[in-house]
């Protein structure tokens, strides 16, 4: 047994933990667990946990369906909120594998894992930090509704901001599992909210926001709230965003700056942006994987919707914030809250290298105001536009090598399979729009 291993079980019987949530994700993102009692911890930090892998989607058929969950030592956490209940439950994020030890290359974490290898070879560390927005509605008889329970704006406090205190307990749970949050704010929208967390190496930041996003709900469902992450629950509004800062660090130091360069930023920071560029399409998919994604990603509302990049423009795809040093980084603005963080970061990094091993330049950046532009001034700035569906950005998975190589045969299928069944499932549905437009009428 190792010393890591020895060390967490000393501090597990010193938090007096009584049961374990071994958690994963599966490919469309959401969060699964198994939970074990005390006892069968040092089983599942040493040999593991198997389970039956074929009911998790994008896993494995019936016939080929045990698995095996490793925890990871380093992501040992207690859940706070269940501590309060008077009943104190641990968390480790796990790695999944199958027979013979073997990492399972359909685990979004092991994706991740292996891109962050490729990018080791390269030298570098791929770090990122993502704006997680959500909304708070209120349940009706358990039921979740698109009820607002405050009418706060941008950055106001209470008593505009009611669900002040939900945020505030969100804060202080992600706090004592060892986040360090930079900032926590109403958003845009009424009853919509923001937590950012300070950046890290993007598997460690992929473990914080699948961690975050289930600390929220659970937390909101205590105070009667549900917690929704849907890209876009309400039209006419601002939807929610899951912008996404990335940055390469080499040797110790932030690769995207040179003080000698134009705007500060070095051949690296602008290759990695161009390989951005060059892939969104097919990023897309991944960034924003559901049909509602689409119904964001849409002039007006602060979503980007346009391949282009700027170091001051918001309506950009990505955008270079001012800071410079240490803090020279690139922000990718379409991921929507939705998305599989692990599989997001990976396409990211994988078309940065890309552009990195191709020394593709982005085009000029533009610093005009894009949604002011018509049709015919973005053709002239060769500005493109990101796809309009779900469908469409998956064409563009399929068609791109880099980024179908970085996910795997098996989960480009699943994903494949996915974007048929929802795409249908959409199409022979009878949306309530079309009762209001034609029942009436016709």
């Known amino acids: 047994m190792s010393a890591d291993v020895t060390k967490i079980l000393k501090k597990i019987e010193a938090d007096g933990v009584k049961f374990v949530r071994l958690q994963f994700t599966d490919v469309t993102g959401m969060p699964k667990n198994a939970a074990i009692p005390v ?3 040092e089983k599942a930090l040493t040999d593991g946990t198997w389970f039956d892998g074929s009911s998790i989607e994008g896993f494995t058929r019936i016939e080929e369906s045990d698995m095996l969950l490793k925890a990871d030592p380093a992501s040992y956490a207690v859940l706070p909120w269940r501590t309060a209940e008077g009943e104190t439950v641990a968390r480790f994020v796990c790695d999944v594998y199958t027979y013979g030890n073997k990492p399972f290359e359909g685990d979004p ?16 560390i791929f770090n990122t930090g993502p704006e997680l927005e959500f909304f708070l509605f209120n349940l009706i008889n358990g039921k979740p509704t698109t009820e ?3 009418m706060g704006g941008y950055f106001d406090l209470a008593p505009n901001d009611s669900a002040e205190d939900v945020r505030r307990e969100i804060v202080s749970s992600l706090i004592s599992m060892g986040f360090e949050i930079e900032m926590s704010h109403h958003e845009v929208a009424p009853s919509q909210h923001e937590i950012d967390f300070k950046y890290d190496d993007a598997v460690t930041t992929a473990d914080r926001v699948v961690t975050q996003k289930f ?10 709230l549900h917690a929704s992450f849907m890209a876009k629950p309400i039209a006419g509004i601002n939807g929610s965003g899951m912008h996404t800062h990335g940055s390469l660090a080499k040797n110790g130091k932030n690769a995207f700056y040179d003080s000698d360069a134009p705007k500060g930023l070095s051949d690296v920071a602008l290759y ?22 689409y119904k964001r990603l849409v002039p007006g509302y602060e979503a980007p919707c346009y391949i282009s990049w700027s170091t001051a423009n918001r309506s950009a795809l990505v955008r270079v914030p001012a800071a410079r040093g240490n803090s020279t980084r690139a922000e990718f603005r379409s991921p929507d809250p939705m998305c599989n963080p692990y599989l997001t970061f990976a396409c990211m990094l994988a078309a940065g290298l890309d552009g990195i091993k191709n020394k593709i330049m982005p085009p000029e950046s533009t610093d005009t105001n894009i949604y002011h532009l018509d049709e015919k001034a973005r053709k002239r700035l060769h500005i493109d536009m990101l796809p309009g569906s779900l469908m469409e950005s998956h064409q563009y998975l399929l068609k791109d090598e880099i980024l179908c190589n970085t996910l795997g045969g098996h989960t480009v299928e699943t994903l494949n399979r996915i974007a ?3 795409t249908d499932a959409f199409r022979l549905a009878v949306h309530p729009w079309e009762l209001d437009r034609y029942l009436a009428t016709y």
Do not use: C, W
């Open 109 to 124: 974490r092991y994706i991740l894992k292996k891109t962050m290898a490729e990018a080791a070879k390269m030298g570098y």
């Open 39 to 41: 006892a069968q911890v």
């Open 272 to 293: 990695y942006i161009g390989g951005l560029l060059k892939h969104a399409k097919a990023i897309t998919r991944v960034a924003n994987p559901t049909i509602n994604s």
């Open 420 to 422: 048929v069944a929802e």
């Open 148 to 150: 607002f329970p405050d």
């Open 215 to 224: 600390a929220t709900k659970a937390i909101a469902l205590k105070h009667g």
